[in-house]
């Protein structure tokens, strides 16, 4: 059975930096292309980062490039996302998803791409 877990959300202020980690059991992680979504309040699940199985080759999404990192450590099964500069705008629940394939393409943001999915953790951003 396939599980995603994320964690390391909370509330921090505008400005600052959290780190997001994703531990995934059950399948071959460093087979799969990952990545993070986020949906806030009264707003659609948008795709923030995606990154290749060997860690090799990311996308971001506009809003957050420069700002949000995607690494992964496939030895330890987890995908991380480094969210730096956090605006208020950022305050969403962020889920970790994973591709049904090994790359992400220009394509990533379809949600129909991704085989499976965590829950979710918050992360709120304070002005």
């Known amino acids: 059975q396939v599980q995603v877990v994320e964690s390391g959300g909370g509330l921090v202020q505008a400005g600052g930096s959290l780190r997001l980690s994703c531990t995934v059991s059950?399948?071959?992680?460093?087979?799969?292309?990952m990545s993070w979504f986020r949906q806030a309040p009264g707003k659609e699940r948008e795709g923030v980062a995606c990154?290749?199985?060997?860690?090799?080759?990311?996308y971001y999404a506009d809003s957050v490039k420069g700002r949000f990192t995607i690494s992964r450590n496939n030895a330890k099964n987890t995908l991380y996302l480094q969210m730096n500069s956090l605006k208020v705008e950022d305050t969403a629940i962020y889920y970790c998803a994973a591709k049904k394939n090994a790359v992400c393409s220009a394509s990533w943001r379809g949600e129909d791409l991704f085989a499976y999915w965590g829950q979710g953790t918050q992360v709120t951003v304070s002005s």
């Open positions: 059950g399948l071959t992680f460093g087979a799969y292309a």
């Open positions: 990154i290749r199985w060997a860690g090799d080759s990311t």
